[in-house]
């Protein structure tokens, strides 16, 4: 798996924050593009959506729950 930078992952958090419904303000384009050909993330009408896959690898990041 490619090394997430720090950019790609806040812009990976950013959208999974989208998903769950919270406004966010602006996501890294060149970051959401390498998450989009990474599998991550994918282009939309609204912009930039996370992917079941980066909703996976948020959570593999996370750690088993507590």
């Not at 998903?19 to 989009?36: D, P």
């Not at 609204?46 to 996370?62: K, V, Y």
Request: net charge neutral; charged share 25%.
């Amino acid at each position: 798996m490619h090394e997430l930078t720090a950019a790609e992952l806040n812009a990976l958090q950013l959208l999974a924050r989208k998903r769950s419904g919270e406004a966010v303000a602006y996501v890294n384009i060149a970051a959401a593009r390498t998450l989009s050909d990474l599998g991550l993330a994918a282009r939309s009408r609204e912009g930039w959506d996370i992917t079941p896959e980066g909703s996976a690898e948020l959570a593999r990041r996370a750690g088993p729950p507590t």
